[in-house]
Structures are given as structure tokens and as C-alpha cells.
């Protein structure tokens, strides 16, 4: 398991990738490889945006699922109980890192 940091790094690089790829495709909407990328891109943020979750906190609503949430109980008022995981970790003005 890489550490929060290190995984907050590949999901905004990715999370770059995805944007770029976005903008081109408003442009350039029938270009195939750009398309591939792009969708190889999404699968891995959504992968990558999961296994945070998992880890650690949800970075969007989208991921967002008491079951499976910070399974470490890292940073959470409620260890060992199911609860809506949204407020776990720290905020980037409580010295959280984005």
C-alpha cells in the first residue's frame, strides 16, 4: 500500500492527465487514441481515487461507501464503526495535504 502522500501525488497527476485529454477531446472529439487514453486515464483515477478511499478517506462523494472506507480507521472520530466517512481525515486547513 503506498502512504497518503504518495498516493495523493499519483491521483493528482492522473487527475492532470484526465483534464488535459478532456480539453483536446472538446476539440478534437473523434481522435481514437485520445479517446483510448482517455478512457485508460479514468480507469486508472477511478482505481487509484478507490484504494485512497479504502486506505485512507474519500477525496469525492463519489466514493463515499461506509462498508469499505478507511479500513486502517486512520483519522476518523469512529474507529471500528460503520459511519458516513466524508469527515475522515484531516482538512487541508487542519494540516491536511492535497
Known amino acids: 500500500m503506498a502512504d ?5 501525488k499519483q491521483i493528482t497527476e492522473i487527475s492532470f492527465t484526465v483534464n488535459d ?3 483536446y477531446l472538446d476539440t478534437h472529439p473523434v481522435d481514437q ?4 487514453a482517455f478512457k485508460q486515464a479514468m480507469e486508472q483515477r477511478k482505481q487509484l ?5 479504502e486506505n485512507f478517506e474519500p477525496l469525492t462523494m463519489d466514493c463515499v461507501c461506509p462498508d469499505t472506507n478507511n479500513k486502517n480507521d486512520s483519522n476518523t472520530k469512529y474507529p471500528g464503526q460503520k459511519h458516513f466517512t466524508w469527515g475522515d481525515g484531516p482538512l487541508p486547513w487542519e494540516g491536511g495535504n492535497i
Open 4 to 8: 497518503r502522500n504518495s498516493l495523493l
Open 49 to 53: 481515487l478507490k484504494n485512497y478511499a
Open 21 to 23: 485529454l478532456n480539453l
Open 33 to 36: 487514441e485520445a479517446l483510448t
